[in-house]
C-alpha cells in the first residue's frame, strides 16, 4: 500500500504527475459513453500505443462495442519515491479491469515497441495466446526512437519547412489563458529526416514484417496508422512542417506495404483522424489556440476520440462503407474540416486577442481536458483524499 495525498504539480500545458483514480474514471467515463456491444466478432487485434489519444479510445470502443481480443502495447512510467506512475499506467490497469470485467481476452505489455526486444516479447505472446493477427493499428507518439538496426538514436522536432514559422499561441503559464506570439526556425534537412524517423512509417512496416515473417497474418489482415491534416491555419507547423513531412512518410508507408509484404496478403491504410487535445498535440505551437477556437465553433459537436474510433471500428469491420480519399486515406475529420466550421474558426484567428475572448469557455474546456489527460479535475473524485498509488501492471 503506498497512500498518498497529491495535488497536480503544473506548469502551461505540462502536468508531471497523475492521479491514480482521476485517470481511472477518465477511462470508465469513456467507457460509459460507448455504446454496448454490437456485434460477437471479436477479431484478434494488435493494438501499439493503447495507453493515451486514439490508441485508448480505438481499445475501449473494439473492447466494448465488438469485443476485441488481443494485446495493446504500451511504454509508460512506475511510480517512483518523487513521482506517481504516469497517466497511461493508470488507464491501463482500469482498462484491464473493465476488459476482465467485459470478458474479454486481452492483455497489456509495457515495452518500447520500437526495439527488437519489445517486438520480439509482444510478438512470442501473441503467437502463443492469439495465433493469427486480424488488425493492427499503430497509434504509437515518442520524442525519440533508437533505429533496431543501426542503433542510432532520432529525436523528433518541431519545425517548420522552408522559412520562419511566426502564430498567435494559447498561453496558460500564469493558469489564466491569453494570447502569445511563437516564432520557430525552420527545420533542416538532418531534423526532418529524424522527425519522419520517429513518427513516420518505418517502424510500423517492422512490424508488419515481423508479423508477417512469424505467420501471423490472418486471411483478411489489415493494419491502419493514424495520421492528421487539419487546417491550413496550423498547416505551416504542422502538415507542411517536420511533423507533416513525418506523416507523409507514414503515408508512403502504406503504398510500399501493399505493394510489398502486403500484397495479396492483406491492405494497409492511413487513417485521418480529426483534431483531438492529446499530450501529443498540447506540445504543439498554436494547435492549443486552434482546437480552442474549433470547440468554440463547434459546440457539443466537437467529435470525442471515441465517437472516431466507433466509426473506424465499423468502417474496418466492414459495418460501414469506407470513407476514403483520392490517396486511399480513411477519413474521420469531415466534421472538423467542414467549410462552415472552418470560416468560423479563421474568422475567430483573424483577431486571435478577440478570437480568444469570445472563447473563454472554449479556453477553459481545452485546459479541462489537458488536465484530465493527467486524471485531473474529474467530477466525483475526492482530490482531497489520500490515493493508492501504488498500482500494478496487468498480468499478460
Known amino acids: 500500500m503506498s497512500l498518498r495525498h497529491i495535488d497536480p504539480k503544473q506548469r502551461g500545458f505540462l502536468i508531471v ?8 474514471a477518465a477511462v470508465s467515463r469513456m467507457w460509459d459513453r460507448i455504446p454496448p456491444r454490437a456485434d460477437g466478432s471479436a477479431p484478434v487485434v494488435l493494438l501499439l500505443g493503447h495507453s493515451a489519444g486514439y490508441g485508448l479510445a480505438a481499445l475501449l470502443t473494439g473492447l466494448r462495442r465488438h469485443g476485441i481480443r488481443g494485446v495493446g502495447v504500451a511504454y509508460e512510467g512506475a511510480e517512483t519515491e518523487r513521482r ?12 484491464a479491469r473493465l476488459a476482465a470485467e467485459a470478458g474479454c481476452d486481452f492483455a497489456f505489455v509495457n515495452t518500447d515497441a520500437f526495439s527488437a526486444k ?10 502463443r495466446r492469439f495465433g493469427k493477427v486480424d488488425h493492427l493499428i499503430y497509434s504509437l507518439a515518442a520524442p525519440r526512437r533508437t533505429d533496431p538496426e543501426a542503433g542510432t538514436v532520432h529525436h523528433s522536432v518541431i519545425k517548420p519547412l522552408g522559412a520562419p514559422y511566426e502564430a498567435p499561441a494559447l498561453d496558460f503559464s500564469d493558469g489564466r489563458p491569453k494570447v502569445t506570439s511563437v516564432r520557430l526556425e525552420a527545420g533542416t534537412e538532418d531534423e526532418k529526416h529524424s522527425t519522419e524517423q520517429v513518427m513516420g512509417g518505418g517502424d510500423w512496416r517492422l512490424w508488419v514484417q515481423a508479423l508477417a515473417e512469424r505467420g501471423l497474418l490472418a486471411a483478411e489482415f489489415s493494419t491502419v496508422a493514424l495520421t492528421y491534416i487539419g487546417s491550413e491555419l496550423t498547416s505551416p507547423i504542422y502538415r507542411q512542417g517536420t511533423i507533416g513531412a513525418a506523416k507523409e512518410h507514414l503515408e508512403r508507408t502504406a503504398g510500399q506495404l501493399n505493394a510489398g509484404v502486403l500484397a495479396g496478403r492483406g491492405r494497409a491504410r492511413t487513417v485521418v483522424a480529426g483534431a483531438a487535445v492529446t499530450q501529443a498535440s498540447s506540445a504543439i505551437p498554436s494547435i492549443a489556440l486552434y482546437t480552442t477556437f474549433l470547440r468554440t465553433a463547434l459546440g457539443e459537436d466537437f467529435r470525442t476520440t471515441d465517437q472516431q474510433a466507433a466509426e473506424l471500428w ?10 476514403t480519399d483520392a490517396e486511399g486515406r480513411i477519413r474521420l475529420d469531415g466534421w472538423e474540416l467542414d467549410a462552415r466550421v472552418q470560416d468560423q474558426v479563421r474568422a475567430l484567428w483573424a483577431d486571435p486577442q478577440a478570437g480568444l475572448d469570445r472563447s473563454a469557455a472554449g479556453a477553459e474546456w481545452f485546459m479541462g481536458q489537458i488536465r484530465e489527460l493527467y486524471g485531473w479535475g474529474l467530477d466525483g473524485v475526492d482530490y482531497d483524499r489520500a490515493v493508492e498509488t501504488s498500482i500494478a501492471w496487468p498480468e499478460a
Do not use: F, I, M
Open 17 to 24: 504527475n497523475s492521479h491514480p483514480a482521476g485517470a481511472a
Open 84 to 95: 506517481t506512475a504516469s497517466a497511461g499506467w493508470y488507464r491501463t490497469a482500469e482498462a
Open 118 to 127: 519489445g517486438k520480439d516479447e509482444v510478438l512470442a505472446l501473441v503467437e
Open 314 to 323: 465499423d468502417q474496418l469491420l466492414g459495418k460501414t462503407p469506407l470513407v
